[in-house]
C-alpha cells in the first residue's frame, strides 16, 4: 500500500496541518498558568506553575483528541484513496468535529476550568489561542475536502454522461436520405399485412 502524493488536495492537507497543530498545542504548550502573587513566586523559583490543555481539560481534551486522530485518518484516506466513500464521510465529520472543537476551546478561553475551583486569578497562555485556531483550521479543511468531493463527483457524472451521448450517437449512425420522414410501421398495419388477403 503506498501513499500517492498527488492525491492530496488543499482540504486535506490543511486538516492535516490543523492536527499536527492542535496535537503541538494540546500536549506540549501550556494553556492555563495562575496569575498573581503565585504565578510570579513560580517564575522566580524556575518551578513551572503553568498547564497544558491535556491537563487542563477533563472531557473536552477526548473530542480533541479524536479531531486529531479523524484528521490525519482522513489525510491517510485521500492518500491511499481505498474507496471515494471514505474521504467523504471523514470530510464531513472532520469539518463537524473541528466546529465543535473550537466552541469547546472557545468556551474556555471564555471561561476558564480551574475558576471553579477557586484558584485565582487563572491567565490564559498561548497554548489555548493556538489550539483555538487549529480547530478552525480543521473544520475549515474539512469543509474544503468535502466540497472538493462533491466538485469531482459532479465532474465525473458530466464526463460520463458525456461519453455515453457521443457512445449512442456512434453506435445509431448517421440518418440515410430514405430515412428522412419514414416512420416506423405501427403494430395494427404489421398485423393487417399479415391476416389481409
Request: with cysteine; hydrophobic share 45%.
Amino acid at each position: 500500500m503506498g501513499f500517492g502524493g498527488g492525491s492530496l488536495r488543499k482540504g486535506e492537507l490543511v486538516a492535516g496541518g490543523g492536527a499536527v497543530l492542535l496535537f503541538v498545542a494540546l500536549f506540549f504548550l501550556p494553556w492555563f498558568a495562575p496569575g498573581g502573587p503565585s504565578g510570579s513566586l513560580g517564575s522566580r523559583s524556575g518551578v513551572s506553575t503553568s498547564a497544558d490543555g491535556w491537563h487542563s481539560l477533563t472531557n473536552s481534551r477526548w473530542i480533541l483528541l479524536i479531531t486529531i486522530a479523524v484528521s490525519v485518518g482522513l489525510v491517510i484516506s485521500a492518500a491511499t484513496q481505498r474507496s471515494p466513500a471514505v474521504p467523504s464521510t471523514l470530510s464531513m465529520i472532520s469539518c463537524v468535529l473541528g466546529a465543535v472543537s473550537s466552541l469547546l476551546v472557545l468556551y474556555r478561553v471564555i471561561d476558564h476550568p480551574f475558576a471553579a475551583a477557586g484558584v485565582a486569578p487563572v491567565l490564559a497562555k498561548p497554548g489555548i489561542y493556538c489550539g483555538l485556531i487549529a480547530a478552525v483550521v480543521i473544520a475549515y479543511g474539512g469543509y474544503l475536502s468535502l466540497h472538493a468531493e462533491g466538485g469531482s463527483d459532479v465532474d465525473q457524472i458530466s464526463v460520463e454522461t458525456m461519453l455515453q451521448a457521443r457512445t449512442g450517437r456512434a453506435s445509431t449512425g448517421p440518418a440515410g436520405p430514405g430515412s428522412v420522414g419514414r416512420s416506423a410501421p405501427s403494430s395494427a398495419e404489421r398485423t393487417g399485412r399479415r391476416i389481409g388477403p
